[in-house]
C-alpha cells in the first residue's frame, strides 16, 4: 500500500538547522511532484516547497525562500526539505505529500513529522 514516512522533527533552537526527509513506497515515486506544507496550532496548513517529478523546477512559499531547500532522490524514493536559519513562527507540524495530476492521478500524505523552534 502507499506510504509516505516522514522524519527527522524535532525540537532546535532559532537560528538552528533540521533536516526533513520523507520515504515513499507503493507508487511509482519518479512519477510524482513531491511538496512540503505545513499546518501551525490554529492555523491552515500551508504549502512550504514543491519540487516537480524529475527534480528540475522547485518552488517555495515566500516565507522560507532563502532559507528552505527542497530536494529529491528518485533512486531512494526519498524527497528531503533543508530548513535553516529556523524561526519561531516555523514551528508546525510538516506533512510530505505525493501528487500526481495526469492519469493515473494521485494525491498521497504522510503522517507529519513536528517542527518546533525555540529557545
Known amino acids: 500500500q502507499v506510504q509516505l514516512v516522514e522524519s527527522g522533527g524535532g525540537l532546535v533552537q532559532p537560528g538552528g538547522s533540521l533536516r526533513l526527509s520523507c520515504v515513499a513506497s507503493?507508487?511509482?515515486?519518479?512519477?510524482?511532484?513531491m511538496s512540503w506544507y505545513r499546518q501551525a496550532p490554529g492555523k491552515e496548513r500551508e504549502l512550504v516547497a514543491v519540487?516537480?517529478?524529475?527534480?528540475?523546477?522547485?518552488n517555495y512559499a515566500d516565507s522560507v525562500k532563502g532559507r528552505f531547500t527542497i530536494s529529491r532522490d528518485n533512486a531512494k524514493n526519498t524527497v528531503y526539505l533543508q530548513m535553516n536559519s529556523l524561526k519561531p513562527e516555523d514551528t508546525a507540524v510538516y506533512y510530505c505529500?505525493?501528487?500526481?495530476?495526469?492519469?493515473?492521478?494521485?494525491?498521497?500524505w504522510g503522517q507529519g513529522t513536528q517542527v518546533t523552534v525555540s529557545s
Open positions: 505529500n505525493a501528487e500526481r495530476t495526469s492519469r493515473p492521478r494521485g494525491n498521497y
Open positions: 507503493g507508487f511509482t515515486f519518479s512519477s510524482y511532484a
Open positions: 519540487i516537480s517529478s524529475t527534480g528540475g523546477s522547485r
